[in-house]
């Protein structure tokens, strides 16, 4: 999760990756809070195909899956550039931080593993992508 989060905030360079955290700080927030947070403001990616498609290409995109006991830890990941051959059960590549840390698949067994069904594909856009793209919707 701090992972993620330092990576955001240096793509971003300002105070937009604070939407990814709980109201009371980066202390108070966990992946399944980070994980309701993407849904709440970035636009859906709709498969893991297409989210590796997209970092591929230089966007930052993100993998979360909530987990439905909140008592339990969720996960969040930033999917990296990759530009072998996709494998759906292996799914993106992700820079991956937690109890095991580096670059991996999302499908392992270190990273979302079973939970990679499961999961969700954002697309953190800055204030002023959201807005043009808000703009394109209407």
């Known amino acids: 999760n701090v992972v993620s989060y330092r990576?955001?905030?240096?793509y971003f360079n300002d105070s937009l990756v604070t939407r990814m955290l709980d109201d009371r700080g980066i202390g108070n927030t966990n992946a399944n809070k980070m994980g309701e947070?993407?849904?709440?403001?970035?636009?859906?990616?709709?498969?893991?195909w297409v989210a590796q498609a997209m970092a591929n290409m230089g966007?930052?995109?993100?993998?979360?899956?909530?987990?439905?006991?909140?008592?339990?830890?969720?996960?969040?990941?930033?999917?990296?550039?990759?530009?072998?051959?996709?494998?759906?059960?292996?799914?993106?590549l992700v820079a991956q931080g937690g109890a095991y840390n580096g670059i991996m698949y999302a499908g392992a067994g270190k990273s979302f593993g079973s939970t990679l069904n499961n999961s969700n594909y954002y697309w953190m856009l800055s204030d002023r992508q959201l807005d043009i793209l808000n703009r394109i919707k209407k």
């Open 59 to 92: 966007f930052n995109t993100k993998i979360s899956y909530i987990n439905p006991d909140s008592n339990k830890p969720g996960h969040i990941a930033t999917v990296v550039a990759n530009y072998g051959t996709y494998i759906p059960a292996l799914g993106p």
């Open 37 to 48: 947070n993407l849904k709440k403001f970035y636009p859906s990616i709709s498969a893991g």
């Open 7 to 10: 990576t955001d905030t240096a």
